[in-house]
């Protein structure tokens, strides 16, 4: 054989044996292992009662009174309006789930490790697609552009506000107010993109926002508004008597205190496909 056709032939090989090497080092890391100890049991309580949900990084995992679907939702880090062909039963069957892991994980590990729990117990097979659908653009109310009282542009950034912190457990941007309080429907917040809220708003509203506004940067803000689920006769209001029932919906606060609102429209968009789910195994 002639020695162009061998330094040809190792070129070839040097290059394959490269780019499988590349391939090799580009594999996404497996996933962790699924929980060593898990608890599935169905609750019978009904929305009145308790509910929790813990997740954070650690080696336990905790949901109690929890829809299916909300399990479901934060396994795959999706909002409920993206969520396509549920059964119906998965809104109505709440559970108990107490899982441990074998070590100490992280929270992105820790939902990788609620999808496999989702798999083996509950038979769960989902994919992605882009799908038209029913979302809610958030446009200016006003044709002025002006905004409303309660929203108004920030001095500076969230991030600003936490690398002056005097402690870096401090939280000077309101992230955690926002969480709790949007149960009861009061929000307040330093240094904020609309993104950072929107999150929020579109699981009041029941449908994804899109934001055609136009507006971009940091703002500080307040938002009161009264809550859909207050307004469901069988949800114990007593336990809540700080909470105005005769207050605004969602839609109007967003009118009235930021001077944006949200439009009906159709947009192509990510949905979680389920195509498979049943009822969980025994444990």
């Given at each position: 054989m002639r020695r162009s056709t061998l330094l040809g032939l190792a070129l070839v090989a040097s290059a394959t044996a490269g780019a499988e090497l590349r391939a090799?080092?580009?594999?996404?890391?497996?996933?962790?292992?699924?929980?060593?100890?898990?608890s599935v049991k169905e609750n019978k309580a009904g929305p009145q009662s308790i509910q929790r949900f813990v997740l954070q990084p650690g080696d336990h995992f905790t949901a109690v009174n929890f829809l299916l679907r909300n399990l479901i939702t934060e396994a795959y880090r999706a909002e409920e309006a993206q969520l396509a062909d549920p059964p119906n039963w998965i809104d109505d069957a709440r559970y108990d789930?107490?899982?441990?892991?074998?070590k100490p994980v992280s929270r992105?590990?820790?939902?990788?490790?609620?999808?496999?729990?989702?798999?083996?117990?509950?038979?769960?097979?989902?994919?992605?697609?882009?799908?038209?659908?029913?979302?809610?653009?958030?446009?200016?109310a006003h044709k002025d552009g002006a905004l409303g009282p309660h929203l108004r542009r920030a001095a500076k950034t969230c991030e600003e506000l936490r690398a002056e912190a005097a402690s870096p457990d401090a939280d000077p941007c309101g992230f955690g107010s926002v969480s709790s309080g949007f149960f009861l429907g009061r929000m307040q917040?330093?240094?904020?993109?609309?993104?950072?809220?929107?999150?929020?708003?579109?699981?009041?509203?029941?449908?994804?926002?899109?934001?055609?506004?136009?507006?971009?940067g940091a703002f500080d803000w307040e938002l009161t508004f009264t809550p859909q689920v207050f307004l469901n006769p069988s949800f114990p209001r007593d336990r809540f008597t700080d909470v105005d029932r005769d207050g605004p919906s969602i839609f109007t606060a967003l009118q009235e205190q930021w001077g944006l609102k949200l439009e009906p429209q159709k947009d192509l968009g990510k949905v979680l496909v389920i195509d498979h789910v049943e009822r969980p195994t025994p444990n």
């Open positions: 090799l080092q580009q594999q996404p890391a497996p996933p962790p292992a699924g929980f060593e100890v898990a789930i107490v899982a441990k892991a074998e992105d590990e820790m939902r990788l490790m609620l999808r496999s729990l989702l798999m083996e117990r509950f038979q769960l097979a989902v994919h992605t697609e882009m799908r038209e659908g029913p979302i809610f653009a958030l446009v200016l917040a330093h240094g904020f993109t609309l993104a950072n809220v929107m999150a929020y708003v579109q699981r009041e509203a029941g449908r994804r926002i899109v934001d055609k506004t136009g507006l971009s």
